[in-house]
C-alpha cells in the first residue's frame, strides 16, 4: 500500500512536470509516426537498459557539444524531448533551448530502450527528459 502511493504520487509529480514543460517544446512535437499514435502517458513506460541513471551517464559520456556554445550556457538546464518507438529506438530528437548545437549521431549510441506498452501492444511514447550540464 505504502508503495502504490509512493509511485502514485511520484506519477502525478512527474505529469504535471510533463506538461508544465511541453510547452518549450511544441516546436518539436508530432502526432504520429508511421501512422501510429505518439502516447504521452502509458501503461508501462519505456525504459533504458540498466535504469535512468545508466542513460544519463550514457548521455554525459556520448553527446558532443559546440565549443562556441560553452561560452554562451556557463550552468544550464536542457530539456531533451524525444519519442520511444515501437522497436525501442530514438526518434524525434530535439533539445530546449534549440539553440545548442550538438552531434546528432551520438543519439544511436543510446537506443538501448525497452518500448512501451499500452494494452499489451508496443506503442510510441514521447519522453521529456531535463539535463543539467555543467561546461567546464
Known amino acids: 500500500?505504502?508503495?502504490?502511493?509512493?509511485?502514485?504520487?511520484?506519477?502525478?509529480?512527474?505529469?504535471?512536470?510533463?506538461?508544465?514543460?511541453?510547452?518549450?517544446?511544441?516546436?518539436?512535437?508530432?502526432?504520429?509516426i508511421?501512422?501510429?499514435?505518439?502516447?504521452?502517458?502509458?501503461?508501462?513506460?519505456?525504459?533504458?537498459?540498466?535504469?535512468?541513471?545508466q542513460f544519463y551517464k550514457d548521455f554525459n559520456k556520448n553527446i558532443r557539444f559546440s565549443k562556441i556554445e560553452n561560452s554562451d550556457f556557463p550552468d544550464s538546464k536542457i530539456y531533451l524531448s524525444f519519442v520511444i518507438d515501437r522497436k525501442g529506438k530514438i526518434r524525434n530528437l530535439c533539445f530546449y533551448p534549440s539553440t545548442l548545437n550538438f552531434d546528432k549521431n551520438f543519439i544511436n549510441k543510446l537506443n538501448k530502450w525497452k518500448a512501451g506498452r499500452e494494452r499489451e501492444k508496443k506503442v510510441?511514447?514521447?519522453?521529456?527528459?531535463?539535463?543539467?550540464?555543467?561546461?567546464?
Open 1 to 32: 500500500m505504502r508503495l502504490f502511493l509512493i509511485l502514485s504520487i511520484f506519477l502525478f509529480c512527474s505529469i504535471n512536470y510533463i506538461f508544465s514543460q511541453s510547452h518549450k517544446l511544441a516546436f518539436c512535437e508530432l502526432d504520429s
Open 124 to 136: 510510441n511514447v514521447r519522453m521529456l527528459i531535463p539535463i543539467r550540464i555543467r561546461w567546464k
Open 34 to 53: 508511421d501512422g501510429q499514435p505518439i502516447y504521452l502517458i502509458v501503461e508501462e513506460s519505456p525504459e533504458y537498459k540498466n535504469g535512468i541513471s
